[in-house]
């Protein structure tokens, strides 16, 4: 067997290896995704944002509430609006500061 065809033997190995790795690899991360998405890290929330009256409803409060977190800082809005908007983050953590979840 000359050098040329041996080194194209490993090669040929080495790539196989290296596919099969990936495919395993690709599988991990599929399964990773779908135990986030299991988890629903949001709590199923798809926006962004949401206004005081969508906010009252996802948190099962009145306005005036949501109005007196945000005063008191528990809940963040936009400044950047006219009308106050909450962040989804800000309502997933304070929901999570308060329910155990």
């Known amino acids: 067997m000359s050098a040329t065809s041996i080194l194209h033997d ?7 290896q ?6 395993e ?3 991990q991360f599929a399964e990773l995704l779908a135990s986030i998405e ?9 926006k962004l944002q949401y206004p005081i009256d969508e906010t009252a409803v996802i948190l099962s409060m009145s306005e005036k509430s949501v ?9 963040q ?13 800000s309502i997933v ?3 999570r500061m308060t329910t155990k979840i």
């Open 10 to 16: 490993e090669a040929s190995g080495a790539i196989t």
């Open 18 to 23: 290296l596919e099969i790795k990936k495919q």
């Open 25 to 27: 690899l690709e599988k």
């Open 38 to 46: 299991q988890h629903q890290p949001y709590l199923g929330l798809t």
């Open 67 to 75: 109005r007196r977190l945000i005063k008191r800082g528990l809940l």
């Open 77 to 89: 809005s936009n400044p950047a609006l006219r009308d106050k908007r909450i962040t989804r983050d």
């Open 93 to 95: 953590a304070f929901a």
